[in-house]
């Protein structure tokens, strides 16, 4: 029910251990006379409990969102119970996503050099660019499998908000973004458009684009 938060080792004389971290073993080499070993413990929040995803807990700022793109299937995990909530999200990922919310419409599969026709995200990145929603690298490449940063998110969405013939008040991509909560500042007014989006940020910002699209179609 604890975990281990910090670890400290000191000889006899006080001066700090060197000490090796592997695979959670910590290991170091024992210095002439005794040493003294201070460790502090946390506990182990309970997992969120709406998802299988044990990296992802109730006080998570990003929980709701993870249920929400879980439940939907817009996003599953990395694995049978880990969602990465910190891993980078690719290309080939998002337009995967989006190609999945308009329910898999036919394309071709070669507008692309660098998408093989046996990827994943083949027929998806090549819906997206014909349907003017990317136009990837301007080289003839898209970049599947690049980290996607916060700019080139936000511009695909808006690209796709456009697709689906929804305004977006003729705002940049960035500053409509903002506008629409879909994405917001990482504090201290910095909102790091070169980033890239991690997996716990592309829920969010997709769990927010739902909504969006909701209230467009209710009104």
Request: net charge negative; with cysteine; proline share 5%.
């Amino acid at each position: 029910g604890y975990q281990l938060e910090s670890l400290k080792v000191t000889d006899n004389q006080g001066n700090a251990v060197e000490l090796t971290e592997k695979n959670g073993a910590y290991t170091f080499v024992m210095p002439s006379g005794k040493v003294d070993i201070q460790g502090t413990f946390t506990p182990i929040e309970p997992p969120d409990g709406r998802t299988p995803f044990t990296d992802v807990h109730r006080s998570d700022w990003f929980a709701d969102a993870v249920a929400f793109v879980y439940e939907e299937g817009l996003m599953a995990g990395t694995s049978v119970n880990a969602f990465s909530p910190n891993a980078a999200t690719t290309r080939g990922m998002i337009v995967t996503i989006l190609y999945q919310m308009e329910g898999r419409p036919e394309s071709s599969d070669t507008y692309f050099a660098d998408v093989p026709i046996n990827q994943y995200y083949a027929q998806a990145a090549s819906w997206a660019a014909e349907q003017g929603i990317v136009s990837g690298y301007g080289d003839g490449k898209f970049g599947p499998d690049d980290p996607i940063t916060r700019e080139q998110i936000v511009m695909i969405l808006m690209q796709y908000i456009q697709y689906r013939q929804m305004d977006t008040c003729a705002l940049d991509a960035m500053a409509w973004a903002n506008a629409e909560g879909l994405m917001n500042g990482k504090g201290s007014g910095v909102l790091d458009p070169k980033g890239p989006a991690t997996r716990a940020e592309v829920a969010a910002i997709l769990t927010q684009l739902c909504t969006l699209i909701q209230r467009a179609d209710e009104g």
